[in-house]
């Protein structure tokens, strides 16, 4: 069970977008998230007639290191770290600083 999912609303806690904050939009294999509005790159699209695509200088945002980003408390609004604990059967997220689930 990953720390983040996908939907989850993060902040940014260094880097370059340090500050920020997004709705995670998919979770990679290698420790890395894509958030909404995050890490944004300019990259260069050639045109392709045959599917209609324009070229030019186009914003794409880009994958960020899952330490990077720390999940948002809504009740403190601030980032906070996230622990697991097992009730009944199942495994749940819980924030460290009130102990509440995340997923509530």
């Known amino acids: 069970m990953n720390r983040l999912r996908k939907g989850d609303e993060v902040i940014v806690i260094t880097g370059k977008d340090k500050g920020k904050r997004g709705s995670i939009s998919s979770v990679l294999d290698n420790g890395k998230v894509l958030v909404d509005g995050i890490n944004l790159v300019k990259k260069h699209a050639k045109a392709n007639p045959m599917t209609g695509a324009q070229g030019g200088i186009v914003s794409k945002e880009m994958p960020i290191d899952a330490s990077n980003v720390a999940l948002v408390n809504p009740e403190t609004n ?22 509440k689930a995340v997923d509530a």
């Open 78 to 99: 601030k980032a906070d770290k996230v622990g697991f604990k097992v009730e009944g059967e199942q495994k749940i997220r819980f924030f460290k600083s009130n102990g």
